[in-house]
DNA sequence: ATACAAATGCAATTAAGTTGCATTTATAAT
DNA sequence: ATTATAAATGCAACTTAATTGCATTTGTAT
């Protein structure tokens, strides 16, 4: 929960812009938009200033990018692991979520192809929007 | 083959652009983006035009929409069967080429969480980029 | 041959994401 | 504590995909 001092052990400097959006990657369990960020980011930071954070957090391996096919770039707390994960993204609030699994994804491909990484995207209902 | 007879079966007029596009949808294998109609077709359809035939064919059943995460939407020849088919994209050439399975995609989610629709997408290599 | 609906082309618009640059800020060195 | 400096920020402008409105053209049924 400590921010501030997750950034430093990233060698992020703790401007007040990443403490925003990492406070708000802690608190959210869903995948996040720049659009997230301009909508519940109490200042009213730049764009760019966000994307630059984002790209900053990502290369730190604090987040991840998730398309969820929405047109809107996401990205999910948490660094990914191997070969990646599926997520999901509900078709009525248009949360996108990251699917801990098991199970590996795999799939037979045409004789030629080599396959090297899979991204699952499954789309449904979250438990809040549900019935 | 026969281009003409396929857009009357389909209700659709036999225009110029439908044709042209129609006939490349038949020789290609991999899925098409507008950016490649518009390098593609020797006379310059409008965007806006390239746009709207392909909004009139997936309405058809004829193609369908293939989001491989390029940022460029594709569009594959064929209609799409009950839950959808995996999709393959070459890291090298771009390629997106739908993939045929028997293998049903399942995956467990975590509770109350309900799924709809899958959407996969492998990258790697074609055959024609391997080695 | 003609009438009408549908398809097209053009211009303008929307929205996501990026880039360059001047200014500000965090932090390490003094 | 002050300062130097490298990095972060904000602003403006730009790129690109995709969409919309509208006037014009074209395909097809009559």
Redesign the pocket.
Known sequence: MDV?RT??EK?????????AILALFKKKTHAL???DFEHLLP??????????????FEEAGLIHKV?DHS????YAFGEVKQNGHPHFSCEKCHNTYCVETTSTMKLELPKGFTSNQISTVVTGLCPFCYE
């Open positions: 501030e950034l430093t060698g992020l400097k703790k401007t007040s812009c990443r403490i938009s720049y659009v200042l009213g930071f730049d764009k760019t200033t966000i994307y630059r954070t984002l790209y900053s398309d047109g809107l770039l996401k």
